[in-house]
């Protein structure tokens, strides 16, 4: 995979802001859930902190980022197909190829071999297809498709793996589907997770817990709290599960006042971070980046 060459803002510090919005969301209802991270939205990325205590007791309070596909793509690293002898930890990912975030793909054996399909650029990146891990994250059409990026559900949609109609694609656990179904069991188990999620106007949000929780537990607070997801899957969780952005958008949203609460819950400070083979990557769209400049 070739690898992915950082995008340079041009704009002053204030105008790149306008695409980081955060929220604080106490005793939310349903109303307030769709309205205010729409209205909130800029420029096609948007961080957020959703706390559904009153709605989901059992539910800390998540990170929330929500991504226009496009205005934003997709990128998915595997450490082999990038020249890595050993897989990288969250933060390295970041540095190592500048997208704006990187969070965690799906699941994966202790040799590091991907658990599931996993296409970069186009390319098949050596896995095989999980027979009951049915949620399918995809980007970046081969084709004239409407959305650029999509979560899959292969009890009911197709990915053809000779000819894949998404160059990204990354195979994990489906967590909720379109009929409202939790798909995963309640097994007691308590960690942080990492979710992808598809809204109905197409656009995605990644998810990442800031307590412990069951992935049961999860898909009960979505369903029910969250009523724009249209279908939900879980990437890897515990120790796997990781968010990172970059510093400059660190940086730049630190030196102003209100927009800072959220850094804390990503920075990883308290964090042990341990290396993963695969990871997302979110940046700008070259279209985008060259509007800013004005054509330049």
């Excluded at 793996?161 to 990354?170: C, D």
């Excluded at 589907?177 to 656009?203: C, F, M, N, P």
């Excluded at 819950?265 to 700008?284: K, M, Q, Y």
Aim: charged fraction near 20%; proline fraction near 5%; aromatic fraction near 8%.
């Amino acid at each position: 995979m070739v690898q992915h060459t950082r995008l340079q803002w041009s704009l002053p510090v204030a105008r790149i802001l306008l695409s980081i919005t955060f929220l604080l969301f106490t005793d939310l209802s349903m109303t307030t859930a769709q309205t205010i991270t729409e209205d909130q939205f800029r420029d096609g990325l948007s961080i957020s902190v959703w706390n559904p205590h009153t709605q989901c007791p059992d539910v800390g309070p998540l990170v929330v980022v929500e991504v226009d596909p496009d205005r934003y793509s997709f990128t998915v690293h595997y450490y082999q197909q990038d020249g890595l002898s050993d897989p990288l930890d969250i933060r390295q990912w970041q540095a190592r190829t500048g997208h704006d975030l990187v969070f965690n793909a799906g699941l994966f054996r202790e040799n590091y071999a991907y658990l599931g399909l996993l296409y970069g650029n186009g390319r098949s990146l050596g896995s095989k297809r999980h027979p009951t891990w049915l949620g399918l994250f995809v980007a970046e059409p081969s084709g004239d498709r409407i959305r650029r990026a999509r979560v899959l559900d292969l009890n009911f949609d197709t990915f053809d793996e000779g000819h894949p109609p998404y160059r990204e694609a990354a195979q994990s656990l489906m967590l909720l589907d379109r009929t409202g179904k939790i798909r995963v069991r309640q097994s007691g188990k308590r960690a942080h997770q990492t979710l992808v999620a598809e809204k109905g106007d197409g656009h995605l949000l990644i998810f990442k817990t800031t307590e412990v929780t069951s992935l049961h537990a999860l898909g009960e607070c979505l369903r029910d709290a969250f009523p724009p997801l249209r279908q939900v899957m879980a990437m890897d969780g515990g120790s796997s599960s990781d968010v990172a952005v970059s510093s400059s958008l660190r940086q730049a949203t630190a030196k102003t006042a209100g927009l800072q609460s959220w850094l804390p819950l990503l920075d990883g400070s308290t964090l042990t971070h341990i290396g993963l083979p695969a990871v997302i990557g979110v940046s700008p769209r070259r279209e985008q980046t060259d509007a800013k400049d004005g054509g330049r």
